[in-house]
């Protein structure tokens, strides 16, 4: 089976093209052919039908295949994805003045089983190869061009789909280096942000391997006793273990670390979990988002009413923690935050029955 072009980050194309004695800017051609203009078919630059020859022989250009797509009333898009091997991921593309930001998997299903998240509901499959990574956000966006031409502009990457993406790091470091890639896609590194639901191995390994693009944590109780019923792993990575890593990633100048704090009615919207909260993130560099709870089939929670929201915020706002409701979005397809999963037909049904499906 022939590898993927696309599992090759820039300085393995290099080490390939110097090995078959190809020309130097062979590299930086496919690179800009198949990234930066994101063509599909076979690269027209300045390259030796020799050089063509080999990667055609040797390496697969194929994406994953875009199998449903819904399409919500505020403009957001989910699109089903179905893999070489039949698993299916999903991939979201939330609007902003006529932009996207992208919210990319990075496993089939996941492994954490946090008890606000649907995709945990899945259980883990397999971890996602790079060219699936990247695949994801090259589909959307010629899907983009096609479907909504002259909006095709992605320009926030976030790996906050299915998956824990440190739990897959090696794909996840690469796909980074692709999206970061000068003769690529040349995406800023401050337009990449990777989640995390405080899996310790692969913070360890975040301050010497990752570009320095963005963290983003999903905390959503600063008490152990709550953040052990959302996410289990906390119990095998406690929080504050989790917070002594990340206070020693580098930060460049006004770079913060997300804090994700899902808020879920009577659970953990109380001022005093909000006066905690501040307290544990107070002499920190924080940004703080709020997420109202995304209700999701079988879930045995609910959101909290706005005012509630509202002066959960008024207590970080004394803090002066920089902190924003997020405003949900594509929630009327189950694209919304904690609501994915590959079973997409059957979620999709069971709270909406018509959905606003196209291809």
């Known amino acids: 089976m022939k590898q993927s072009f696309y599992d090759l980050s820039y300085a393995d194309l290099e080490r390939v093209v110097s090995e078959n004695d190809f020309n130097g800017s062979v590299a930086r051609i496919l690179f800009n052919w198949y990234y930066k203009k994101k063509e ?19 390496y697969d250009f194929s994406l994953p295949e875009i199998d449903k797509v819904y399409e919500s009333k505020d403009r957001t898009v989910k699109f089903l994805f179905k893999l070489k091997d039949n698993h299916k991921v999903e991939t979201v593309l939330i609007p902003f003045n006529n932009k996207y930001s992208i919210c990319l998997s990075s496993q089939v299903g996941c492994a954490m089983n946090c008890s606000f998240c649907f995709t945990g509901e899945q259980g883990l499959k397999r971890n996602l190869k790079t060219s699936e990574i990247v695949g994801q956000f090259l589909q959307a966006w010629r ?31 690469k796909a980074c280096e692709i999206f970061l890639s000068q003769y690529g896609f040349s995406i800023g590194v401050q337009k990449i942000t990777i989640s995390t639901a405080g899996y310790i191995p692969g913070l360890k390994r975040w301050s010497e391997e990752i570009p320095r ?27 504050d273990e989790v917070l002594t890593y990340i206070d020693k990633i580098p930060l460049n100048k006004k770079q913060f670390i997300t804090y994700e704090y899902i808020l879920i009615k009577d659970f953990n919207d109380d001022p005093d979990d909000a006066e905690k909260l501040g307290m544990l993130l107070a002499d920190r560099c924080a940004y703080i988002n709020l997420i109202p ?42 694209a919304a ?23």
């Open 143 to 173: 899907w983009l061009a096609v479907n909504r031409p002259g909006e095709e502009r992605i320009l926030n990457i976030v790996f906050m789909g299915q998956g824990e993406p440190l739990h897959n790091f090696d794909a996840v470091k």
């Open 293 to 334: 709870f995304n209700s999701f089939p079988g879930s045995r929670y609910t959101s909290p009413d706005m005012d509630k929201v509202e002066k959960f915020k008024e207590v970080l706002d004394a803090f002066k923690i920089p902190t924003l409701i997020r405003g949900t979005k594509g929630d009327d397809v189950l």
């Open 40 to 58: 599909i078919t076979q690269c027209q630059g300045d390259i030796s039908k020799l050089s063509l020859a080999f990667f055609e022989q040797n």
């Open 337 to 359: 935050c904690g609501q994915l999963n590959s079973n997409s037909q059957q979620a999709v049904d069971f709270l909406y029955p018509v959905s606003r499906m196209g291809t």
């Open 213 to 239: 693009v963005n963290l983003a944590l999903s905390l959503h109780s600063p008490f152990e006793e709550k953040r052990n019923e959302l996410i289990p792993i906390n119990k095998k990575y406690p929080l």
